[in-house]
């Protein structure tokens, strides 16, 4: 009698975290809003936050077709100064591996409000879906990630 009750509990486990696993294991997109952050789709928008004073704009633009995809031209002001800035492509969508994309500083800001930093690139697609919805991390250098309070996205069309 005690084998059969382990028996089904055991049972009742394993379809429980068929069922209910993959929703506790995923974080999702209302999970990270309820976490403060907000997103921000790059492309269609300037994204403008402040995370510890600092002020940010970002702006994606498509910089025409070339053989292997579309060229996206990154635009990022703030008046933080780092050294070097890095931006760092990531599947949103679906997971096709990490991109680092280094970038230049192109100067300072018309308004002199911060320095202009940019970036030349093309997204990978995938071979299956040709759109494809990537994430843009921003980082000060190899390691030091910022916690940005916005999620930098935006919608790659691959080749047709």
């Not at 005690?2 to 429980?16: G, M, N, T």
């Not at 997103?39 to 995370?51: A, E, I, P, S």
Request: proline letters at 5%; charged letters at 20%; glycine letters at 8%.
């Amino acid at each position: 009698m005690l084998k059969a009750l382990v028996a089904v509990i055991a049972i009742s486990a394993v379809v429980a975290l068929g069922v209910f696993g993959p929703r506790w294991l995923m974080l999702d997109a209302d999970s990270r809003s309820d976490q403060g952050i907000v997103g921000c789709d790059v492309l269609n928008n300037t994204c403008r936050w402040t995370q510890q004073g600092n002020h940010w704009d970002a702006h994606l633009v498509k910089d025409g077709a070339q053989e292997d995809g579309t060229e996206y031209r990154l635009s990022v002001k703030t008046n933080m100064n780092p050294p070097r800035l890095l931006a760092v492509l990531r599947g949103e969508s679906m997971y096709l591996g990490e991109y680092p994309v280094p970038m230049t500083r192109a100067g300072v800001a018309q308004d002199g409000s911060g320095q202009l930093w940019e970036a030349r690139f093309t997204a990978p697609f995938c071979t299956t879906d040709p759109e494809m919805t990537w994430r843009i991390d921003l980082q000060t250098g190899m390691e030091a990630e910022l916690d940005l309070p916005v999620k930098l996205t935006f919608k790659a069309e691959g080749r047709a």
